[in-house]
């Protein structure tokens, strides 16, 4: 494939991997991702922006197959996915210099063991000439590593974003065509990247208030033409209060869980509140990250197991307390056959999660009348809580 112009002499030269169903061996990608780079071409000098996966490296040096020197190979984030090809790039290039923050270039050096005196530092606001272009680099730590920056190219008015605004969605399409699918994308990868960083996202959406945005170009999934589509879904994802939602991950070995979550499911619809539900057996952990992102209460089923809670439950618990979403409260419901001590061991697990705790509901084995009648009493309170916050 030939490099696709967005704008006069500014192409992507980035690669689309269909087939990648897990990221960092953790996170599922449904719909596969790709790793966008991008070569700016000015009347002096060709800077690179970002670079792909090292899976993928022969379809960069393609791209660049017909393009005679690159001064700079821009690193806005440190991370492999994008910065895994550096090496390559700079065998075929060696007069060229890695731009990056001084935080990148620690990381860099590390996990890609490049020599000093490759890299060149920029500061926050700093500019790089390229002739007729001009970069600017601005510093955008915890997005989601302390090293990020973004590149504004000023001319063209583009934002090189890196994983800010990205999506794990491979396409053939360059920029986004159905929002629909876009925000669906763009929200798990909030939710599974952004989201423990999101006061410091407040921070950086206030500062690019300042910037002319005529295309946000990620560094995983299709570019942003309507620069007000991302910017106005990672603000309601940021900065708008909790929804009158409760989240139940669980799971159930003989039936006793499960009849507890039907009953309770049924206990806060009747009372307005919408749950979602997931089976931990077999769900898919983006769909419960996103859910995390707008939820005000998360309610964790769990049989015992050893003692203990269910390892998948306390697997998701661990993740959900790694993701720090905006929970207001949690609680615990769940069954055991001679002893547990999965409420404790659970609530150990949750220490980010800054929200109030809400008296658990165990069973002894399938759960009787009084059981029930707790369950009931969480569901009043869950949806009380929720509406005397003003959830909606
Ligand atoms: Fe897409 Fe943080 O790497």
Not at 67 to 81: F, L, M, R, S, T
Not at 230 to 257: C, E, F
Not at 261 to 268: D, G, H, K, S
């Amino acid at each position: 494939m030939k490099p696709r112009a967005i704008k006069p002499n500014v192409s992507w030269v980035g690669a689309v991997d269909w087939d990648r169903r897990l990221f960092d061996a953790l996170i599922p990608l449904p719909d596969g991702t790709s790793y966008n780079a991008y070569l700016v071409q000015g009347s002096q000098k060709v800077a690179l922006i970002d670079t792909v996966d090292p899976s993928m490296t022969e379809i960069l040096t393609g791209y660049l197959e017909d393009v005679p020197a690159v001064d700079y190979v821009i690193a806005n984030h440190g991370e492999q996915d994008h910065s895994g090809s550096i090496p390559r790039v700079l065998a075929r290039y060696p007069d060229a210099k890695v731009v990056t923050t001084p935080k990148g270039k620690d990381v860099l050096a590390a996990l890609l063991r490049m020599p000093e005196g490759k890299f060149i530092t920029v500061t926050d606001g700093e500019t790089l000439s390229l002739g007729d272009k001009t970069l600017e680099f601005i510093h955008a730590p915890w997005v989601h590593w302390p090293e990020t920056m973004l590149t504004y190219l000023r001319e063209e008015r583009i934002l090189f974003a890196c994983d800010l605004f990205g999506s794990h969605l491979a396409t053939t399409d360059l920029y986004v065509i159905d929002e629909g699918q876009a925000y669906e994308a763009a929200k798990r990868y909030y939710a599974e990247i952004m989201m423990p960083f999101r006061t410091s996202i407040e921070k950086h959406l206030q500062r690019l208030k300042d910037y002319e945005l005529d295309i946000i170009a990620p560094s995983h999934g299709p570019l942003h033409k309507k620069a007000s589509f991302i910017l106005q879904a990672y603000r309601t994802w940021v900065l708008d209060p909790p929804k009158n939602v409760v989240v139940l991950p669980y799971i159930s070995m003989h039936g006793s869980t499960q009849k507890m979550v039907e009953y309770f499911v049924a206990a806060l619809v009747g009372r307005g509140v919408t749950v979602k539900q997931f089976n931990l057996a077999g769900t898919d952990l983006g769909k419960l990250a996103m859910a995390l992102v707008d939820a005000a209460t998360m309610v964790i089923g769990t049989p015992t197991v050893l003692v203990g809670p269910h390892p998948h439950v306390a697997s998701a618990a661990f993740l959900a307390n790694a993701l720090r979403p905006g929970l207001q409260f949690v609680s615990i419901i769940g069954s055991y056959g001679w002893g547990s001590k999965a409420v404790e061991q659970l609530a150990g697990m949750i220490p980010n999660l800054k929200a109030q705790v809400l008296d658990p509901v165990i069973s002894k084995g399938l759960p009787g009348e009084e059981d029930l009648k707790a369950l009931d009493n969480l569901a009043k309170t869950i949806a009380e809580k929720h509406k005397e916050r003003g959830f909606a």
